[in-house]
């Protein structure tokens, strides 16, 4: 379980995330939800130890993550943009996690990831060569295959077009059910958020206005801009 | 109409050619056609097979071959500190830190040498070393800075996430998306230090020769020409192989990498502000020591004043300013008028020609001045005999200079669409007035840094000007060698005066130019 615990975030000076607070129980996907420029990839960043939080916690399981470096919080993220390695080919971007975790055999693991994806086959193709789509499926295989303990997935459906999103995002809640996936999926998109989570967690300012599924939000939301966000 | 279409592009097609004749002649006339000669006096020699003549060649090739390839290390090493700070954050003073450490890479060779010797460096081949790895940090830390600096901070931040440390992400991440621009930058500091002459005959002497030294000293104190021709085919060799490897990873997919445009570096904090801190002062101090060690050293005992009088020997050393000015407004004349026409005629076509073209009129580059100047004075008598004239010395600059005006240029020149030229020609504009029309106005900002290059790498130029400059001749990069040659403190303090001079001339130049902001300087 992953608790966030009234986290203060500032980038030069700037306040973004202000007492943010959310909590992901086992198995759960959280899809987080608001404007842009609000600090839903701020808090991914936070929960990824990649910017410093002035206060606050974040715990795992009840343990502090904060003086935990990035690289050994055992956590998966995927990038807005996909940030592939482009001098490795699609097995070496799939595979760096499970070299990290120095797995001496992860030709399976790697094969199995992508086929998961649906991109058998592709081990040895140029990342430059994929399309956006392939380059997303490439960017979720290298975030699930040395399967973390937490996933956070920033806007993984953002830059392709409208067809292909709505065709993937079936397929990634298939794909996060199926691997029993707990973590949080950030999104402007409500259609989105409520394709892929469980549950939905409101963002506006750096705070986290209100939490639960569509129907309860959509029966007793928090405040007008609530109201008029989600409806 | 079918007719009508047909005889345009016949006119147009006539017109390029026209255009891509001068710089062809050119440059096949006092480059192709020279070095040719000089194959043909090397090659016989070569095959006499006069005695020793192997060892003598392998010995000096393999001086140039590892004193060049140590210096790239070296070289490498030295810039990594600064390279690291001005690629990683963003702090007080970081402009002028890239700036001044381009400051050494466009002094004058004979500037640099002197710097050294007024330092209290003595002749040696630590002296050489350490000059060289000073002239060229700055080919590094440009190089390699400006495309490290533009790598996608997620890109670390995944590896990172993924479970690397700190160093695991440089080594897995960083250094392979750096290698082209390393490899790059490294190829250029091996040519500039393999073809490497002022530096390596100030510092070095006849007991370090390096080919280049070797070659003029064959040819120029021993005027054992077919020997000097003999090292020369070597000496292009290497330089041919050096190119070679740095088209080749100019032309690899991975040069294509760096997509990100400029971003925000963050501003170091805690700990890390001392050592950035302490990386740029110590670099800068350390590559600005020789410099303020040559203007301070020239203060001393009426130098200055000591350089307009006169000397039976060398006659007036200020007199040399004014020949140095003189060549230097003829060279740029010149290779102004050949670069741009020159870029004019690549960027009018694309395909295989105009890029052999261009290949052909980086060549001059890339061969050091030293093979230029020699092939003169083994050529240039057929069909009329040139050698003992004026214009040799401008002629010899402008050949140098012209890859700079058509580097400078040609981006630019590629940049205008052709629909205006079109727009302009169904306007009734003929192709020269569309030329002086559109693409001459557009191209002249360009053309001035070009020409602002040509003028410096005039006034510094000393390789080829010791070989075709009579000995009642001299530029200032000649006189100061002279006055270095002669015993005596005052011939030294002299020399430095001179140097000073000289670097001022070229500094002045230099701010004008990075004032234009067009060009990027080190990117040769």
């Keep these: 379980m992953l608790e966030i615990d009234q986290i203060d975030v500032s980038i030069e000076d700037t306040p973004i995330l202000r007492q943010a607070d959310l909590t992901v129980g086992n198995g759960e996907v959280v899809g987080l939800l608001g ?12 929960v990824a130890g990649l910017v410093d939080v002035a ?3 974040i715990r795992w399981d009840g343990a502090s993550l904060l003086d935990v470096p990035t690289h050994r919080r055992g956590l998966g993220l995927m990038f807005q943009g996909y940030a592939l390695f482009p001098h490795l080919d699609v097995a070496q971007n799939v595979g760096f996690g499970l070299r990290m975790q120095r797995n001496a055999t992860p030709g399976p693991l790697i094969s199995e990831a992508l086929e998961m994806v649906g991109l058998a086959g592709y081990e040895n193709r140029e990342v430059d060569s994929l399309s956006g789509g392939e380059k997303q499926r490439v960017a979720l295989a290298r975030t699930l295959a040395p399967q973390p303990r937490f996933v956070m997935l920033d806007e993984p459906l953002g830059a392709l077009d409208r067809n292909l999103r709505r065709m993937l995002m079936t397929e990634m809640r298939e794909i996060l059910t199926e691997r029993e996936v707990t973590g949080i999926v950030v999104t402007h998109d409500r259609d989105e958020a409520v394709a892929m989570a469980d549950r939905l967690a409101l963002m506006r300012e750096g705070t986290i206005v ?3 599924t569509l129907s309860e939000i959509l029966d007793r939301p928090a405040n007008d801009w609530v109201r008029a966000f989600v409806s | 109409m079918d007719t009508g279409d047909g005889r345009l592009r016949r006119s147009i097609r006539w017109g390029w050619v026209g255009v891509a004749t001068v710089p062809a002649l050119f440059v096949g006339y006092f480059f192709a056609y020279p070095v040719v000669r000089i194959l043909d006096v090397g090659l016989s020699e070569l095959s006499i097979g006069a005695s020793g003549l192997q060892a003598r060649l392998l010995r000096v090739g393999w001086f140039t071959l590892w004193q060049a390839s140590l210096s790239t290390v070296l070289t490498l090493l030295a810039a990594t500190p600064l390279t690291w700070a001005v690629s990683s954050y963003e702090f007080k003073g970081r402009r002028l830190a890239t700036a001044l450490v381009a400051v050494p890479f466009v002094l004058p060779t004979v500037v640099v040498g002197t710097a050294f010797l007024s330092l209290g460096f003595v002749q040696s081949i630590g002296s050489i070393l350490a000059a060289h790895v000073f002239f060229n940090v700055a080919v590094v830390v440009r190089t390699v800075s400006s495309v490290w600096s533009r790598i996608d901070p997620r890109l670390i931040e995944a590896g990172r996430v993924l479970g690397a440390g700190p160093w695991q992400t440089f080594r897995l991440v960083t250094l392979p998306l750096l290698r082209p621009a390393i490899a790059a930058a490294s190829s250029i500091v091996f040519l500039f230090t393999f073809t490497s002459f002022g530096v390596v005959l100030i510092l070095g002497g006849f007991r370090f020769a390096t080919l280049e030294v070797e070659i003029y000293r064959q040819a120029v104190n021993l005027f054992d020409l077919p020997l000097a021709a003999s090292l020369a085919i070597v000496q292009l060799i290497g330089v041919t192989t050096a190119l070679y490897v ?13 997509v990100a445009g400029a971003r925000l ?11 950035v801190g302490s990386v740029v002062i110590a670099s800068l101090t350390v590559l600005m020591a020789p410099l303020i060690s040559l203007f301070s050293d020239s203060l001393g005992r009426g130098f200055y004043t000591g350089l307009f009088g006169s000397d039976a020997v060398v006659g007036s050393p200020i007199a040399s300013v004014g020949n140095s000015l003189r060549f230097a407004a003829i060279a740029t004349l010149i290779s102004t008028i ?4 020159a870029a004019a005629a690549i960027s009018a076509r694309r395909g295989t020609l105009s890029k052999w073209f261009d290949m052909l009129l980086m060549l001059p580059l890339g061969t050091s001045a030293v093979t230029i100047g020699f092939g003169f004075i083994v050529a240039l008598d057929w069909p009329v005999d040139l050698r003992a004239s004026f214009w040799l010395i401008p002629i010899a600059h402008a050949l140098v200079a012209v890859p700079f005006v058509v580097r400078t240029t040609l981006p630019t020149l590629r940049s205008i669409r052709q629909e205006m030229r079109d727009a302009a020609a169904v306007l009734g504009a003929s192709p020269w007035r569309v030329w002086r029309q559109i693409d001459l106005p557009i191209v002249s900002r360009a053309a001035m840094v070009g020409s602002g290059f040509a003028f410096v790498v005039s006034l510094g130029e000393f390789g080829a000007t010791s070989f075709v400059a009579r000995p009642n001749i ?45 060009g990027e300087l080190g990117r040769f």
């Design chain 2, 265 to 275: 570096l963050p501003r170091p904090r805690g700990a890390m502000r001392w050592l």
């Design chain 1, 55 to 57: 206060s606050g916690d």
């Design chain 2, 338 to 341: 050949v670069g741009l026409m």
């Design chain 1, 210 to 212: 209100q939490t639960g």
């Design chain 2, 246 to 258: 740095y088209s080749r990873y100019q032309e690899s997919r991975s040069a294509s990498w760096e």
């Design chain 1, 35 to 46: 404007p842009s420029g609000s600090g839903k990839s701020t808090l991914l960043r936070a």
């Design chain 2, 474 to 518: 001299h530029t200032v990069p000649t006189m100061i060698f002279r006055l270095l040659g002669r015993p005596g403190e005052v011939s030294f303090g002299m020399a430095m005066a001179l140097s000073v001079l000289l670097a001022a001339i070229t500094a002045g130049v230099v701010m004008w130019l990075d004032r234009a902001r067009v």
